[in-house]
């Protein structure tokens, strides 16, 4: 997981490249096409997308060529439609069953990180996190090395006020542009979110499509420093380079999910082809031909033997989408 980039993950996929639309897998659109120039494409895979490495199909998949090309396509489905937009797919579960309605994957058109003041910049909703983490060291602006430590998108952090080493993104961000289900373009700022943790206020199906951040004056040498640090502290107390899906549950006020998992003896627990990661105990694994279905059981049974050894009940960090 280096860099938040598997060697099968979407961004070695797309090319960023939109031909005039054409509909791949079907006679027919979920919507009038005249004038999409994004790739559409009827029950597409989505497992090579996601961490896991597994999951069922979307029923449809739209690669839009821009944002404005992504805007004229929401309105003609005019919220009528279910609609999921897919990062780096680092924090999900894609279920067996496939995903209902229209799975949205932007490509390297939503991938630009650009420094726009001596505090500020502002990066497309595909662009990994770490680039952003990088990017901001560079240009010694300081408060955003934490992202280093997180494997998703700009899109993926700013939905789900990711965070780790004492800092989450509502402590950096100004505000995002957002497309609506039904197509309208908002910017809201970082009030308008309502974070809480691993929380938005993003009304579900909402597309982001640029964030905006800011952070402070730093010198690059410490922060690069900083970042160097929370990349070997990863690499030293986590699965990485495993097809797994980062944080598994969210850690209970008080508590540490990964020590109560491994109170409870489940440290290597298996269930079928999914594993509790020997690790780090709060990573589940798909230790090579696991279904979406035995990872989302073993994360029940943890659930389950976590709340009978201490009275704790594990909520779902990941999300999990899709039909059984």
């Excluded at 060697?7 to 090319?15: F, G, R, V």
């Excluded at 960023?16 to 597409?44: F, H, K, N």
């Excluded at 996190?129 to 010694?140: D, E, N, Q, T």
């Amino acid at each position: 997981m280096n860099d938040m980039v598997q060697p099968d993950d979407a961004p070695n996929h797309d090319n960023g490249m939109a031909p005039d639309c054409a509909v791949e897998g079907a006679a027919t659109a979920p919507v009038p096409i005249e004038g999409i120039r994004g790739r559409l494409t009827q029950d597409a895979p989505l497992a090579k997308y996601v961490w896991f490495k597994s999951g069922g199909h979307a029923d449809w998949l739209f690669e839009p060529a821009d944002a404005d090309d992504l805007k004229a396509f929401c309105e003609r489905l005019d919220g009528d439609m279910p609609v999921m937009a897919l990062g780096v797919g680092s924090n999900m579960i894609i279920r067996d069953g496939g995903v209902p309605g229209v799975v949205i994957k932007l490509g390297k058109e939503f991938a630009n990180v650009e420094v726009t003041g001596p505090t500020t910049l502002k990066a497309g909703a595909a662009a990994p996190v770490s680039i952003v983490s990088r990017r901001a060291g560079k240009a010694g602006i300081d408060g955003l090395a934490f992202f280093t430590g997180i494997p998703g998108s700009v899109g993926g952090v700013t939905k789900m006020n990711g965070g780790c080493y004492g800092r989450e993104t509502k402590d950096v961000l100004v505000d995002c542009d957002v497309i609506l289900p039904d197509g309208q373009f908002v910017t809201l700022g970082n009030a308008d979110l309502q974070y809480s943790y691993r929380h938005s206020a993003l009304p579900e199906g909402s597309i982001v499509v640029e964030a905006r951040f800011e952070g402070f004056p730093g010198d690059p040498d410490t922060i690069r420093a900083e970042m160097d640090r929370i990349s070997s502290e990863r690499k030293e107390s986590q699965p990485i380079g495993s097809m797994t899906g980062g944080s598994t549950f969210k850690n209970p006020p008080g508590h540490s999910s990964w020590k109560l998992i491994d109170a409870a003896g489940l440290r290597g627990f298996k269930h079928g082809g999914a594993q509790v990661s020997e690790k780090h105990a709060n990573f589940l694994i798909n230790t090579g031909n696991a279904t979406s279905t035995e990872i989302e059981e073993l994360g029940e049974i943890v659930r389950e033997k976590v709340y009978a050894n201490s009275g704790v009940q594990l909520e779902w960090e990941i999300k999990r989408v899709g039909r059984p």
